[in-house]
């Protein structure tokens, strides 16, 4: 813990009661562990309980080790069916949200106007409003066009606010964008396209990529506002969700694992590919 | 709209217009304001109608037959009456096919007092949980900003990262799992011999609307603190090392250099946390199991998918609108950000 105050973070407090236990820090450290303790010990228990041979998910009473629940999973047509709709949807969210979040993020970072701060909120609006009431809203405004609810009313409820976390991604990017290639472009004869497609473009590309990314997986993900515009459809995780109520298993449970193990390998290859750069970065 | 036009021209700025303006129109405002129409009317339909057109029909016959009985002199008067039922039959029959509707405010003020008390349960459970969340999760925010060296900091982030990216529905089931009649507390509760499995003498958790706050409270505690950590993490070290140089204490510090700088941040925090508790269909759907109370949220899918009663159910979702919008606004004037600040 003297290293954590030694570095010169929160230091003088450590100097001035030199020899002594920082207190504080010990207690600070104790208490991120802790809190650590809380993120992680019921993601085990439930995935401990898919390996559990007893018919209901259950760590306490435990009839040995199985594979079992992983074998049953593999031969549920609705949850794989549910897998193939997910993964539909989130390629329809990807190709909607991505277009409107550069388009919108276009607008506003060139947009001097002053109902900037208004279109700016009614962007926004859809990541502040409950995930109900999206879907709810969906499903009244298509239903009056005769739409109702099904794969299609839940790529667009979905696309609503997941266009708005690709417009702010655009927009950072955008801030950081220097004008001045833009222009030597069009100065040295290209058209507006022709720019665009080979100098904005370019530029834009890693947020394209995050972009996709992020819509993938909030798609993927939801559930407060697909369970009210999925119909009779069902995607992976309505499919879940309709587990709690009728048969519910230990194969929920090796969802959870295998969503737990995809999580995990992505993220820590994340963070060794970012730490990777910094490295880089501060070597340079 | 020149500086946009200069850049990219006519035909790629139009294109960019439209699909914002798509956007706009077709996947928000036309949506909130069909809700918000739908919301204000209901349906008058009357009870009698179906026998009111059943009479109507065996009057018909019955006077069909008349004119075909009638003396030759007495067929006009019959036929005008036909003609009369002929035309309230079909006037009858549009108001069952469309039946008339009735605009006012009746879906939101005819709540009952039972829905009324689960709206304001959910509301006060969901600042609850905000409250919670901001205490629980600002020093651990500050933490890995400002105290952990920056490779342990690192792995803290990713040990966020990891169950804020595991779908909320697994991880709520988690807590079903731990709080469940023969789970993980009262298993240890058997062990320690204060329960019983034999004679159901468990303790049920999830009867209690305390199962749905600890659910909420996991659920949703990270949003707290991404924000938060973010902008904390711009703030100059310098500044703490200055202001713990000339004596300020820990509490000075938070108070007058880090909070004020997190404001951002802490708003943002509260806002989501708050909109995701009190908007939670998940949460309450799996912890009760449809079983015990409902909550708003589950009140909202009742109204839609299994009483048919879309206008009320309209009217419950935009009441949760007008509640997070005043809880955003009232973050706003709290915190003193701009809708800017809000979502970055």
Known sequence: MAVTTADGTIGPKARADKGGIAWSSVILNCYIGLFFIYLFAPLAVMSLAAFNAYEYPSVTQWRGWTLHWFGELAQDDRILQGIVNSLT??????????????SGAMILTRLNSRYN????AVLVSPLLMPGIVLGISTLIFWGRAGVSGGLFLTVVAQASFVASYCMLLFMARLQRQDRVLEEAALDLGASSFFMFRRVTLPFLRPTLITGAVISFLQSIENYNTTVFAIGGDWTLVTEIG??????????????????VLVTIVAAVAYTIHKERERKRKSIR | MTDLLRSYGRGLSWIFVSLTAFWILVLIVLPQGFMLETSLWDINRDDQLGMKIDRAYSDLGLLEYDVTAAAEADKPAIQAKIDALQSEIADLESQETDPPREYGIQNYTKMSSLHFMIFVKSIVYALMVTALALVVCYPIAFAIAKVAPPQRAALMLLGLVIPYAINELLRVYAWLMILDYQGVINSVLMWLGMVEFADKSWIPFLEYSGSVFVALIYAYVLFMIFPIYNTVDTLDRN????????????????????????????????IMTFMLSV?????????TRG???????QLI??????????????AYSFSLVLVCLAFILIMMKVFKVGIRDIAK
């Open chain 1, 89 to 102: 949807v989130a390629v329809g969210v990807i190709v909607v949200a991505l277009p409107l979040g550069l």
């Open chain 1, 117 to 120: 701060n208004m279109l700016y």
């Open chain 1, 242 to 259: 309709s587990r709690f109520r009728f048969g519910l298993s230990p194969v929920i449970n090796v969802i959870g694992v295998l969503f």
């Open chain 2, 239 to 270: 500044q703490l090392e200055a202001a713990k140089d000339l004596g300020a204490s820990t509490f000075k510090i938070h108070w007058r250099i880090v909070i004020p700088h997190a404001k951002p941040g802490i708003a943002v925090g509260c």
């Open chain 2, 279 to 287: 908007g939670s269909y998940s949460v309450p759907q799996i912890m």
């Open chain 2, 291 to 297: 079983k015990s109370g409902d909550w708003f949220s």
């Open chain 2, 301 to 314: 899918y009742r109204q839609f998918f299994e009483a048919q009663s879309w206008n009320v159910g309209a």
